[in-house]
């Protein structure tokens, strides 16, 4: 079941003509020099003050807050969702069962 099935070519039954010879050609290498690649500006370090790190921290903190709210909304809005679905199920329920 795991192994895969290779096809089996199927030999000739014809007859066929010989491969065609090919005939062989020199390379003579290029002995022209490559372009020089163009140098690239050297970028500047990133430098860490306490007021970047502080900015990075706050936004990070800010960040995982909002993601945090938006989460525990669905959350709540799933809940009040299921709790409405059971009550309107219960209400049907008791409606058919008086009849």
Same mark, same amino acid.
């Given at each position: 079941?795991?192994? %895969?099935?290779?096809? !089996?070519?199927?030999? /000739?039954?014809?007859?066929? #003509? $010989?491969?065609? =010879?090919?005939? @062989?050609?020199?390379?003579?290498?290029?002995?022209?020099?490559?372009? %020089?690649?163009?140098? !690239?500006?050297?970028? /500047?370090?990133?430098?860490? #003050? $306490?007021?970047? =790190?502080?900015? @990075?921290?706050?936004?990070?903190?800010?960040?995982?807050?909002?993601?945090?709210?938006?989460?525990?909304?669905?959350?709540?809005?799933?809940?009040? #969702?299921?709790?409405? =679905?059971?009550?309107?199920?219960?209400?049907?329920?008791?409606?058919?069962?008086?009849?």
């Amino acid at each position: 079941m795991f192994r %895969p099935k290779v096809p !089996t070519m199927p030999q /000739p039954t014809d007859l066929t #003509t $010989p491969p065609a =010879v090919a005939e @062989l050609t020199t390379i003579t290498p290029d002995t022209s020099a490559p372009p %020089p690649a163009p140098a !690239t500006p050297a970028r /500047p370090a990133v430098q860490l #003050t $306490p007021g970047t =790190v502080l900015a @990075l921290v706050g936004g990070g903190t800010a960040v995982v807050l909002v993601v945090g709210a938006v989460l525990v909304s669905m959350l709540l809005a799933v809940a009040l #969702t299921a709790a409405s =679905v059971a009550v309107c199920a219960l209400t049907v329920r008791s409606v058919i069962a008086r009849r």
